[in-house]
């Protein structure tokens, strides 16, 4: 019954806008500080964290860039575009 629950919270375009908002953001963030993780999200009542190591950056930013230009906010995609050929 959890997997299902995990099935239907994945789904959600509220669940699904949050946590491509917080990849962006963690990875433009350890982009400036250069680091080579960045920590996506982070669930404290279970002690777990979901890490994205840097070589999955572009891939996980090329996610996020589909989902901006799918909700048509080209400003953002313009910026992810950027930080991609930062990489």
């Known amino acids: 019954e959890s997997d299902k629950d995990l099935i239907a919270i994945s789904k959600d ?3 699904k806008k ?3 908002e917080e990849v962006y953001h963690a990875i433009s963030k350890n982009m400036r500080k250069k680091l080579d993780k ?4 982070t669930i404290n009542n279970l ?3 979901v890490i994205l190591e840097k070589q999955y ?3 996980a930013l090329d ?3 589909q989902y901006y230009t ?3 906010n ?5 910026k992810i575009s950027n930080l991609i050929n930062k990489l």
């Open 13 to 15: 375009s509220d669940f």
């Open 74 to 78: 080209y400003e953002e995609c313009v």
């Open 70 to 72: 799918s909700i048509e």
């Open 38 to 41: 960045a920590v996506l999200i």
């Open 57 to 59: 950056y572009k891939t």
């Open 18 to 20: 949050v946590f491509i």
């Open 47 to 49: 002690e777990i964290s």
């Open 63 to 65: 996610k996020v860039l």
